[in-house]
């Protein structure tokens, strides 16, 4: 929902993006800011906190496909326009000041005039119309007005995005807190809308809605991939060549034991079935994915046997269809 912040704050800037960024390098440039300012990595830091509370209001607005057309068409009208905390418009001189330069729009416009007065142009701009639109109440005709919409973001821990919970949430603009379930396996983006939770109608009518979106906070081992969890494994260079059976972590702490076999690259994904996350739909796979782990440091002895080892290897160079590929 639109707010006076939108139009002081670039979020773009914040995220250090450009205003054509993709939604995948949007959500990979945010997912590292978060690990690099999140509250678990600098705890007693009250500035890498308000950081992220920064990221994550940037990227709540950006990632949503409507959120952020509407925030460049609002930041498009220029930083003269006033909201009220609703959303709506608090002056709509202002407003179309920035889009016509100056005064009211063609065709004249009395002071004073109601919202309804400018649904079409509103329609345009929000997607909706005065009449029940998205973020601003709409008097449907012959019957009450509906109250505003309000918006707002919850923020969950990974696990508590995985397994669901019931969280309690402060009402915007003040009132009795409301209590909303977060169903197992809610993904980072997803909206969660209370119906009737939102701001009630002045004249009667029904009330608007509240819609939530959720914001996981990563976790420090795991990544979500649909309903599969991802995760790296380091294996050693001998246990990638020969093969061994290796222990890797779930989410829920426990190991489960995976066989890596001999000649094992950098790269390979291997499966644990039914370790992923559950909803409605079903269950997904713990995905691990082998990294190599080369030695930083060798003795001269471990050097000397490792230069045995690479003379008794096949006269082979692994890049040479890397180089023939390239030179097509």
């Given at each position: ?18 205003k ?65 905390a ?19 729009p ?24 005065a ?21 707002a ?43 009737g ?132």
């Open positions: 929902m639109a707010s006076q912040d939108w139009f002081e704050k670039d979020f773009y800037a914040v995220l250090g993006v450009s054509d960024v993709s939604d995948a390098e949007l959500k990979k440039v945010y997912r590292k800011l978060a690990r690099q300012y999140h509250p678990d990595s600098n705890p007693g830091d009250p500035k890498a906190e308000a950081r992220f509370k920064e990221i994550s209001e940037a990227h709540a607005v950006l990632s949503d496909p409507q959120q952020r057309a509407e925030y460049d068409q609002l930041r498009a009208m220029g930083s003269g326009a006033r909201f009220t609703g959303g709506a418009p608090g002056g709509f001189e202002d407003v179309f000041g920035g889009m016509f330069g100056g005064g009211y063609p065709g004249g416009a009395r002071r004073g005039a109601t919202p309804g007065d400018f649904s079409d142009l509103f329609g345009g701009l929000f997607g909706g119309s009449a029940g639109g998205a973020g601003g109440p709409g008097r449907r005709f012959g019957g009450p007005t509906k109250g505003r919409d309000h918006a973001t919850v923020g969950l821990e990974f696990m508590t995005a995985v397994h669901g919970d019931t969280v309690t949430l402060e009402r915007p603009g003040g009132g009795k807190p409301i209590q909303v379930k977060i169903p197992a396996g809610v993904a980072d983006g997803q909206k969660i809308r209370l119906r939770k939102g701001e009630p109608s002045p004249d009667g009518g029904e009330a608007g809605d509240l819609v939530l979106t959720v914001q996981v906070r990563p976790h420090p081992v795991f990544t979500r991939d649909g309903l599969n969890l991802r995760l790296d494994v380091p294996v050693t260079f001998v246990e990638a060549a020969l093969g061994a059976t290796i222990e890797v972590p779930t989410l829920g702490g426990e190991t489960v034991k995976l066989k890596v076999a001999a000649g094992t690259p950098s790269g390979r994904v291997l499966r644990v079935k039914g370790r992923g996350v559950t909803t409605a739909k079903g269950t997904g796979d713990l995905l691990a994915t082998v990294q190599v782990a080369v030695p930083s440091h060798l003795s001269a002895d471990a050097a000397k046997k490792l230069e045995q080892f690479a003379a008794a290897l096949p006269a082979e160079n692994p890049r040479d269809e890397l180089i023939a590929r390239a030179r097509v």
